[in-house]
């Protein structure tokens, strides 16, 4: 929340300063609801998991155990994430896809087919200290070069989308299972079975629980993350200075040679269990929208950090003591007195845990969308606190199944733990790399630095990563599966994709013909405007000419409508309209190009069709005073772009507008619909009473030196959009041809046209109303 221009005016800089202060106060306590709840659960499982198989305990070992957790703590996600990656935000953002959108403008990486030189002018474009010009380097000419090398990239960033994806499923099996393992051994001990039985309960009603949004939960569930952390200090505390005052010792690295020099190779494959204690740190940069970088860092240094090392530094005290309390080493760990209360609030703070990862998940299976490398999914929208908070229906049930299976089949945290901590690890070495080359074209600093970045944390990663493979057989295959498998879906998707809008680009309607056949097109131009859909940003689709060859008629008024994504976070209202005029005036064919970023929602406010109209007007009465945004009559076919800002109904000068209720039928208006038609249409209003929009007329100012021209052409406009207007899209069946290879035809005619049929219908993404909706057979042979 930036301040309000002029408020330094009003204000001196310690005023300001305050209010900062006391906002990043406010944010860093919402923080541990969404942020921190898996990292600061790790500490029911890490001690486990390391000495969980044949590696020899005794205090010395545990001394080293405890010495890997602190320097693992201090190098990833204090130093690594906190004080680094938290300064590579893109406007804001933060993630994986925040930084390859970083890439993709400050380098020409992107592989989406439809961008525009106006995309480069969003206000939000350019960002660091490359949006100053500079000459390319060497390294960055050659990775634009060769497109194979850019696809490569593009995988990467597919792969680490696949991995945390995988964190979805995990994170919440082993938090719950972790937590409720407290009750085994009680006094009353439960069975195993009891338990998983019990941790599934739980996940339903978690899974069940995410259409209420993340923003209020975990603003209630703050406070028992808080209290979580409080709890795990003082008992770790405790157990430091009860049971053996010496580990402090721990923290010296010297303990960490003197434990690979006694363990081992059990030592070096102990590390899979190590890296546990970091899982949830990716939260704190992919969760960097809704907060600031300072607020997280606030709340990490202060709070979670040190929370963290005095409770694994208490719990190592207790196992030097107590050999034989491995198996459930963090709760035998904890005073009798309390023992309850402390297994409550980790239950809940296992909740909160899984609740960020879910949400987190939901965000980046968006962000593929939004790249072109996922099936459309439903999107809803659930605060409007924060406007990056989203639920995904179908998502959500298949994560809840997918979670299901692992806890059940496995039903040993230490299986999961392998399996959960291959996915972690995956994800951190791919945003090293990603961050490496941020280094390189984003702050324009010279490769030997990034070289030592890439070295020095590729070399602690790649010990880490090391051991989760050697537990592949051990659990650790089923993160490699599932991203597998989305991997395909995801590819197979971006391919299909990419091969289809290929076709529509080389089978456009060509200016020669499209000229040839007149203003009229040679055929019926019934009252109404029609909007054509399509993916082509500059052009005309085949579907137009498929249309007017088959139907002798088409509407006074044509739009051309692309909606297409931008390798941008957020595209603001103002900058979302692309205007233009296709073909002369009297053709009366515009083309509207609305972006969105990658993080956007695509809300039906019911107001686009008036916005449209708006923004149209706005284009022909800026043409006239504007030459330079006319096409030529002869020689173009696309006029140039205009960018019109979206404004509220009735704030634009253009046009005078007035809202009425729409309760009768008005057959005295031309229409391209018949009477019929239109009774049908106040049928379908009335028994869709939540569908209904509100009616907007729109007149002419009456304004004596506006130009003829525009005044008539305004008035078609006007006179179309109070006939009706109508949605065509392209019902497209996409096919392999004949000579195609085995590979391709599996992958177009089996993958790709499944994935359509299953997934969500361009018109129910794009909120068409049924009504009004005329789709247009097309068949493409890719």
């Known amino acids: 929340m930036e301040p309000e221009p002029g408020a330094s005016s009003s204000r001196n800089p310690s005023q300001l300063s305050w209010v900062n202060l006391s906002r990043n106060l406010i944010l860093a306590y919402q923080s541990f609801g969404v942020v921190y709840g898996d990292l600061s659960t790790s500490p029911l499982y890490v001690f486990t998991s390391i000495f969980r198989g044949e590696l020899y305990h005794d205090e ?87 497109k194979r090398l850019r696809t490569v990239l593009l995988v990467v960033v597919l792969f680490g989308a696949c991995m ?57 569930f703050a406070p028992i993350v808080i209290i979580w952390l409080v709890s795990i200090f003082s008992v770790g505390l405790y157990n430091t200075i009860y049971w053996n005052p010496k580990i402090v010792r721990g923290l010296s690295p010297h303990y960490i040679i003197k434990f690979f020099i006694k363990t081992g190779k059990e030592g070096w494959i102990s590390l899979g269990g190590v890296l546990l204690c970091i899982t949830g740190s990716e939260a704190m940069f992919a969760d960097l929208g809704h907060f600031t970088a300072f607020s997280i860092r606030l709340a990490f240094a202060l709070v979670i950090y040190p929370c963290l090392v005095v409770q694994y530094m208490g719990q190592a005290a207790f196992l030097s003591k107590n050999l034989g309390s491995v198996s459930n080493s963090f709760y035998d760990s904890i005073p009798k007195p309390v023992y309850w209360p402390v297994f409550v609030i980790g239950t809940l703070a296992a909740i909160v845990g899984s609740q960020a990862v879910i949400s987190a998940t939901f965000s980046i299976i968006k962000q593929c969308h939004a790249l072109g490398c996922f099936p459309r999914v439903k999107v809803v929208h659930t605060s409007k ?22 806890t059940i089949g496995f039903r ?6 392998n399996a959960y901590g291959l996915a972690c690890i995956a994800v951190m070495f791919v945003t090293t790399f990603l961050m490496a080359l ?78 040839g056949l007149g203003p009229s097109l040679g055929i019926v131009r019934v009252p109404g405007i029609g909007l054509i859909y399509s993916e082509l940003a500059t052009g005309v689709p085949a579907i137009f000419s498929h249309f007017v060859t088959n139907l002798p008629a088409f509407h006074s008024v044509l739009v051309f409508v692309c909606v297409k994504s931008v390798p941008v976070p957020y595209v603001s209202p103002e900058e979302r309209f692309l205007i233009g005029r296709v073909c002369p005036r009297p053709y009366r064919m515009y083309r509207c190009i609305i972006r969105y970023g990658y993080k956007d929602i ?104 506006m130009d003829p ?54 018109s129910v993404a794009l909120n068409i109303p049924h009504i009004s909706l005329i789709e247009v057979g097309m068949i493409y042979y890719v």
Not at 602 to 614: A, N
Request: aromatic share 10%; proline share 4%.
């Open 385 to 406: 606190q924060i406007y990056g908070q989203i639920y995904i229906p179908e998502i959500n049930w298949i994560l809840m199944v997918l979670t299901l299976a692992v």
């Open 60 to 146: 010395e070992t545990t001394f080293g155990a405890f010495s890997l957790i602190f320097w693992t703590l201090t190098l990833i996600p204090l130093l690594k994430y906190v004080f680094i990656l938290l300064s590579a935000d893109d406007n804001g953002e933060g993630g994986t896809f925040a930084l390859y959108s970083l890439l993709c403008r400050h380098a020409k990486f992107n592989l989406l087919p439809n961008q525009q030189a106006a995309d480069e002018e969003l206000s939000s474009y350019k960002y660091g200290p490359s949006s100053q010009p500079v000459a390319p380097s060497p390294l960055k000419r050659f990775l634009e070069k060769h």
């Open 412 to 417: 040993d945290t230490t299986l999961i733990g």
């Open 164 to 220: 945390v994806i995988a964190d979805g499923v995990f994170t919440p099996a082993i938090s719950v299972l972790s937590a409720v393992s407290g009750l085994e051994f009680t006094e009353k001990k439960l069975p195993n079975g009891v338990l998983v039985l019990l941790a599934c309960v739980i996940l339903v009603g978690l899974f069940a629980l995410q259409h209420c949004g993340t923003h209020k939960v975990a603003f209630m």
């Open 438 to 515: 941020i280094i390189i074209f984003v702050w324009q600093k010279s490769v030997l630095l990034a070289a030592i970045f890439l070295l020095f944390f590729w070399v602690i990663e790649g010990a880490y990563l090391s051991a989760a493979f050697t537990k592949v057989h051990r659990g650790g295959w089923v993160p490699l599966v599932l991203s597998f498998i989305i991997m395909i879906v995801m590819y197979v998707w971006h391919y299909g994709t990419r091969r289809k809008y290929s076709f529509d680009l080389h089978n456009k309607v060509s200016l020669k013909w499209l000229l």
């Open 602 to 705: 695509q809300r039906d406010d019911g107001d686009f069709e008036d916005q449209l109209i708006q923004s149209i007007a706005e284009f022909i009465q800026m043409e006239a005073t504007q030459p330079q945004l006319s096409s030529s009559e002869s020689s173009s076919l696309d006029g140039r772009m205009a960018v019109m800002s979206v404004r509220g109904i009735g704030s634009t000068s253009s046009l005078i507008v007035s809202e009425h209720e729409d309760v009768g039928l008005d057959i005295s208006i031309p229409s391209s619909k018949s009477v019929t038609l239109r009774s049908l249409q106040s049928v379908y209003d009335d028994e869709n009473p939540q569908g209904r929009r509100r009616r907007v007329r729109f007149q002419l100012p009456r304004s004596p030196s």
């Open 709 to 762: 021209t525009v005044r008539d052409e305004l008035m078609d406009l006007i006179q179309s959009k109070e006939a009706g207007v109508a949605y065509i899209l392209g019902h497209s069946y996409v096919k392999a041809r004949k000579s195609s290879s085995f590979l391709k035809k599996l992958a177009i005619d089996i993958g790709y046209s499944f994935l359509r049929k299953n997934c969500r219908g361009p």
